[in-house]
């Protein structure tokens, strides 16, 4: 949410620092204080928002929000932060009318700009986000966030690329400033598209050393965690057959990035009865919170100590929706937590993505992510993160069997109709052809595969690593040194 302003009170500022540091509850007293007797719409509401969001008093804070949202706001900061509340609760209509009205209370802020622009690409609008990010820019040509997310909203051409802007902006900044790191995927992006493959994996190249540079990461602690996982997840799971062959209450659709989760969560979001919670950590936060204090040395024997039933609940009472409606749970590295899910919700139905390793380490190596998966900037880290992944599923499929339905993206994007019915055949769901047209599936998304979501399923993807196999020899020969030979060589 958007920080406090210079017109905080005391008690608002308190309850900010409270929640910061986990006192919620606490914070919750002094944030209702901060907003008695306002008249006007400001930070103080969407603070308490968020506070009675972290709580999970999501009915309350929604009345917050839309009581706040009749005031008249106080400036851009205010619409700011009920707009990213507004996400958290999944108002994605509702938040992306805060952010344009954030955009007149602040037509010359760049920061203000991105976020309408990211809001509406989210919701398919992908021509208003590109003007949006030509505001953003025009307000700051430093702002390079802005940059990347308008390079990523269409298929550059040769008629219309933004190739020589992106190079003029490159040219100003020093070899290792962190703009360089996004102006660097838009670059190679934009290249991409043009069919300049050699000159876009430079860039990529170079992009990803530079925002390597800046990350304190040891791939190593990465490698420790999944064997511990392992570890302490070690014993097989009995078969508890679906009731009546009804539909799973919750779907969980696990992979690598980049791996065809969106696409999956797309096409079984496009059935009747199905919706997407997107990519939340409720099932993370329902086991930590249900782990014992003691009881292990680490928090992974803690939370293999946690009770099942406490755990289910907790995550049920974060995902459910009151329809019961079956929910996709589309969180990539819920990998991580496969024999637990197992364990809470026996009756869930657990979906993995798969993409030839050489291709699937490719797709994450192009892509520049947020704070998530800082393996994917180094091609020796994203091997030794690959082999410690590899090792974590054998062990899955050891331990749960048949409960794990592997999906291929090569299947899915080739023949979508036979790949999604046999998913939603594991979900007990009833498929439907028309499930395949994600490009009308009008739910907003927030993943790196926003943009391309709203065309028509497409294997142009597969073709993709033809073009730079004389780039991935060090790629390949890391994999294969970690023990994951590439089956085109």
């Not at 009749?70 to 707009?83: F, M, P």
């Not at 934009?190 to 304190?216: P, Q, S, T």
């Not at 980049?258 to 797309?266: I, M, Q």
């Amino acid at each position: 949410m958007a920080g406090m302003t210079s017109r905080a009170s005391p008690a608002q500022i308190r309850a900010h620092d409270l929640m910061r540091v986990g006192r919620n509850a606490d914070a919750l007293v002094l944030a209702r204080q901060a907003v008695v007797g306002l008249t006007r719409c400001t930070a103080a509401h969407s603070l308490l928002a968020t506070i009675l969001i972290n709580l999970h008093r999501l009915d309350e804070a929604t009345q917050v929000i839309d009581a706040a949202a009749l005031l008249v706001e106080t400036d851009a900061v205010a619409c700011d932060g009920l707009a990213f509340a507004c996400l958290r609760l999944g108002r994605h209509d509702a938040a992306n009318a805060l952010y344009a009205r954030a955009t007149k209370l602040a037509p010359h802020d760049a920061a203000t700009w991105y976020n309408y622009a990211a809001s509406e690409r989210a919701l398919g609008r992908l021509g208003p986000a590109e003007q949006a990010c030509n505001r953003a820019i025009a307000c700051d040509p430093a702002h390079f966030a802005s940059y990347l997310l308008r390079s990523e909203l269409r298929v550059q051409t040769a008629v219309t690329n933004h190739v020589d802007a992106l190079r003029t902006a490159l040219g100003r900044l020093a070899p290792d400033a962190p703009g360089r790191v996004p102006l660097g995927y838009a670059m190679a992006k934009e290249l991409d598209d043009l069919g300049d493959y050699d000159a876009a994996f430079a860039a990529f190249a170079a992009a990803a050393a530079v925002r390597r540079r800046h990350m304190a990461y040891d791939v190593a602690t990465d490698e420790r965690k999944l064997r511990r996982i392992a570890e302490v997840f070690d014993h097989p799971v009995a078969p508890v057959p679906r009731s009546g062959g009804s539909a799973a209450r919750f779907v969980f659709i696990v992979g690598l990035p980049r791996s065809g989760t969106t696409l999956l969560e797309r096409v079984l979001s496009n059935l009747p009865g199905v919706v997407s919670n997107g990519e939340t950590d409720h099932f993370a936060q329902a086991l930590l919170g249900a782990a014992p204090p003691q009881g292990g040395p680490d928090v992974f024997a803690r939370a293999a100590l946690a009770d099942p039933d406490r755990v289910g609940a907790a995550y049920a009472a974060m995902a459910a929706r009151a329809d019961g409606a079956t929910v996709i749970e589309k969180l990539p590295m819920n990998y991580l937590y496969l024999g637990a899910i197992r364990r809470a919700l026996p009756d869930a139905a657990l979906l993995v993505m798969r993409r030839p390793p050489l291709e699937s380490c490719f797709a994450m190596y192009r892509t520049l992510f947020g704070d998530a998966y800082p393996f994917s900037y180094a091609i020796d880290d994203l091997a030794r993160y690959h082999a410690a992944y590899a090792r974590l599923m054998t062990h899955w499929r050891d331990r749960l069997g048949d409960r794990l339905h592997t999906i291929d993206y090569a299947a899915l994007v080739t023949d979508p109709a036979a790949t999604g019915a046999g998913a939603a055949n594991h979900c007990g769901l009833a498929w439907h052809d028309r499930a395949i047209a994600i490009e009308a599936n009008p739910a907003a998304s927030f993943t790196a595969s926003a943009s391309q979501i709203r065309r028509p399923i497409y294997r142009s993807s597969l073709d993709r690593l033809d073009h730079y196999r004389r780039h991935l020899g060090p790629l390949a020969d890391a994999l294969a040194a970690h023990g994951i030979p590439d089956p085109g060589a």
